[in-house]
């Protein structure tokens, strides 16, 4: 009996939301013994005010933003992927959060954990790609640079108006002030003044010459791609840009971000797997303390205190009982099942609809 192979409708979202959707669309697939389709193109994701957002995203070929042959060789024994047509599509938005659930399988140690760790080693961005991030690390300084994420964009702070934080162990900014100053109080990274900053430099709140300036005021030389843009050949698409961000972030033994962001947390989370079971030199600016504080939880939690709760890497959190864990694992299967159940509704009713045009057509 064929298997189906399901196909992902376009995943209208940034870099990482899009690594998680095809994380989740491989997810089902495997839960049911089914085939993936890998798509063909990629959406070049752009956020925008709703009323500048396009009708159409433009699009870019899937192994022009990841390394198709490396994901489709790591993932080999699994016998997941088709080069057929898929026969079922399924929403990007139910894939996305199955992805998430996922992504809790590796704070255990159930048998989910190996395809997720396998799929997000192996799903990492396309050759050329990665050449240019290589290079803009070594043209930044003549040291190793402190990789940033320096989250002060439009988009950003907009969202911050629409979904206020409301937990009371962190501190979210869009000040850039008070993120340098952390760095610049954090005994660890004294030796580290060479920063180098990944952000989407058309969409910063402030200039990137007051930038510099400001976090020159805390001994930082903050370093934006632009400056060696030249000698690059950069791409125009956004979402590659973002691609060689994630690369260089990967590359770099330290690491500056915050927890509330799916970048800095996928980051971690990756670097974790490639050094495990050691632990990756990462800290968020997140937290309500004078100085950046340094993560222990492999890119797995939001929250700054769990964040920076020392436990060992792929054991369950403290506190945390393996019957927890469990019930993770019985919601990942039963978002699954809601899935299944979702398209095949979707399938009655257009059965009905079908049914009832032949009708009219009597």
């Given at each position: 009996?064929?298997?189906?192979?399901?196909?992902?409708?376009?995943?209208?979202?940034?870099l990482n939301?899009?690594?998680?959707?095809?994380?989740?669309?491989?997810g089902?697939?495997?839960l049911?013994?089914?085939?993936?389709?890998?798509?063909?193109?990629?959406?070049?994701?752009?956020?925008l005010?709703?009323?500048?957002?396009?009708?159409?995203h433009?699009?870019?070929?899937?192994d022009?933003?990841?390394?198709?042959a490396?994901?489709?060789?790591?993932l080999?024994a699994?016998d997941?992927?088709?080069?057929e047509a898929?026969?079922?599509?399924?929403?990007?938005d139910?894939?996305?959060?199955?992805?998430?659930?996922?992504l809790?399988?590796?704070?255990?140690?159930?048998?989910?954990?190996?395809?997720?760790?396998?799929?997000?080693?192996?799903?990492?961005?396309?050759?050329?790609?990665?050449?240019?991030?290589?290079?803009a690390?070594?043209?930044?300084?003549?040291?190793?640079?402190?990789?940033?994420q320096?989250?002060?964009?439009?988009?950003w702070?907009?969202?911050?108006?629409?979904?206020?934080?409301?937990?009371?162990?962190?501190?979210?900014?869009?000040?850039?002030?008070?993120?340098?100053?952390?760095?610049?109080?954090?005994?660890a990274?004294?030796?580290?003044?060479?920063?180098?900053?990944?952000?989407?430099?058309?969409?910063?709140?402030?200039?990137?010459?007051?930038?510099?300036?400001?976090?020159?005021?805390?001994?930082?030389?903050?370093?934006?791609?632009?400056?060696?843009?030249?000698?690059?050949?950069?791409?125009?698409?956004?979402?590659?840009?973002?691609?060689?961000?994630?690369?260089?972030?990967?590359?770099?033994?330290?690491?500056?971000?915050?927890?509330?962001?799916?970048?800095?947390?996928?980051?971690?989370?990756?670097?974790?797997?490639?050094?495990?079971?050691?632990?990756?030199?990462?800290?968020?600016?997140?937290?309500?303390?004078?100085?950046?504080?340094?993560?222990?939880?492999?890119?797995?939690?939001?929250?700054?205190?769990?964040?920076?709760?020392?436990?060992?890497?792929?054991?369950?959190?403290?506190?945390?009982?393996?019957?927890?864990?469990?019930?993770?694992?019985?919601?990942?299967k039963?978002?699954?099942?809601?899935?299944?159940?979702?398209?095949?509704?979707?399938g009655?009713?257009?059965?009905?609809?079908?049914?009832?045009?032949?009708?009219?057509?009597?």
């Open positions: 009996m064929a298997k189906d192979i399901y196909g992902i409708t376009p995943i209208v979202s940034g939301n899009q690594r998680i959707a095809l994380l989740g669309l491989i089902i697939a495997h049911e013994g089914a085939k993936v389709s890998l798509p063909k193109t990629l959406v070049d994701y752009t956020p005010p709703q009323d500048q957002t396009p009708k159409e433009p699009t870019l070929p899937f022009a933003v990841f390394d198709e490396h994901l489709r060789q790591g080999q699994y997941i992927f088709s080069d898929a026969t079922e599509i399924l929403p990007h139910d894939c996305f959060r199955i992805g998430s659930e996922y809790s399988a590796l704070a255990g140690s159930h048998g989910d954990a190996q395809i997720v760790a396998d799929f997000l080693k192996f799903c990492r961005a396309a050759p050329e790609l990665r050449d240019v991030a290589k290079k690390l070594a043209l930044a300084g003549d040291q190793p640079p402190l990789m940033l320096l989250r002060i964009e439009r988009d702070r907009d969202y911050l108006l629409r979904r206020p934080h409301r937990s009371d162990d962190g501190e979210t900014t869009v000040d850039p002030r008070r993120i340098f100053g952390k760095i610049g109080n954090t005994p990274l004294a030796d580290h003044r060479l920063v180098l900053a990944c952000c989407d430099e058309g969409d910063l709140l402030q200039t990137r010459d007051e930038l510099k300036k400001d976090a020159a005021d805390f001994e930082l030389n903050l370093v934006f791609k632009s400056e060696i843009e030249e000698q690059l050949e950069l791409p125009t698409s956004r979402l590659q840009r973002s691609a060689i961000d994630f690369e260089m972030c990967l590359m770099s033994d330290r690491y500056v971000g915050l927890t509330r962001s799916s970048f800095s947390n996928m980051v971690c989370l990756l670097k974790s797997l490639q050094m495990s079971p050691d632990i990756p030199e990462h800290y968020i600016y997140n937290s309500k303390s004078r100085e950046v504080v340094r993560r222990w939880d492999m890119g797995l939690r939001t929250g700054p205190a769990e964040a920076a709760e020392q436990v060992p890497v792929g054991k369950p959190a403290t506190g945390k009982t393996w019957a927890q864990h469990e019930m993770k694992r019985q919601r990942l039963a978002a699954s099942d809601l899935v299944a159940l979702r398209r095949a509704k979707n009655q009713i257009d059965e009905y609809k079908r049914k009832l045009r032949q009708l009219g057509e009597l």
